[in-house]
């Protein structure tokens, strides 16, 4: 029974268009996090959020958003997508902010 | 350069024998955490360590934060071992964990 749902699982996107990933948590966390894993590239950081509050982000385009309505929330919206943003995005969620971190099970983005 | 250091990048093992990975660290790390992602993709976690030692059933983890290093033994490996394992490192005043570029881990008859 996952705790952290992202959705979707799969999403092919055309190239300049924007798509919004979902991700919520179960666990009473209040930090969240986006990551981003590609084919060539490790585990990388994109966002932290604790309280609903921006903490870190490490993502050099604007044209990546994270938005937060609730506490248990937090999406991620992309705009102008590129075949570069193909990827898997994680989102993951922590007690507190650098607390013990879980994941989800990731949406798989392809830019075509 | 990379902040967090794993070795090796990929290991074969028998199945029943032991062996150990190593992250090395570049940042003042305070916590550490252990990670298998195993073939469908799925982050799974192993250990979050503060300075110490904990151990969990075939697996045993330490953290010296002083010589800025951990390790991740296996002993008496199985198939179902066989996935890629992250360490992820955090410092005080940075809010994300950092991970390493992990181990590729193959497990064989």
């Known amino acids: 029974d996952p705790k952290i749902i992202q959705k979707p699982k799969y999403l092919v996107a055309v190239t300049g268009s924007e798509k919004i990933l979902i991700c919520e948590q179960y666990?009473?966390?209040?930090?969240m996090y986006w990551y981003r894993q590609s084919a060539k590239k490790p585990l990388e950081f994109m966002f932290s959020?604790?309280?609903?509050?921006?903490?870190d982000n490490q993502t050099a385009s604007s044209r990546f958003q994270p938005q937060s309505s609730k506490k248990n929330h937090l999406d991620l919206q992309i705009t102008a997508l590129k075949p570069d943003d193909s990827a898997t995005y994680f989102c993951?969620?922590?007690?507190?902010?650098?607390?013990?971190?879980?994941f989800g099970k990731g949406t798989r983005l392809t830019v075509v | 350069g990379d902040k967090v250091k794993q070795s090796p990048s990929a290991l074969s093992l028998q199945e029943g024998t032991n062996s150990a990975l190593r992250c090395n660290f570049s940042?003042?790390?305070?916590?550490v955490q252990w990670f298998l992602q195993n073939p469908r993709g799925s982050l799974i976690n192993l250990f979050y360590?503060?300075?110490g030692t904990k151990e969990n059933g075939r697996l045993k983890s330490a953290f010296d934060s002083k010589e800025s290093y951990s390790t991740l033994h296996i002993r008496d490996a199985q198939l179902e071992d066989s996935g890629t394992y992250f360490c992820a490192a955090e410092n005080t005043g940075n809010y994300k964990y950092v991970f390493g570029a992990g181990t590729r881990l193959k497990v064989i008859a």
């Open positions: 993951a969620s922590s007690q507190e902010i650098n607390t013990e971190v879980f």
């Open positions: 959020y604790s309280y609903q509050k921006l903490m």
């Open positions: 940042i003042a790390a305070t916590t």
């Open positions: 666990l009473g966390h209040n930090a």
């Open positions: 360590l503060v300075p």
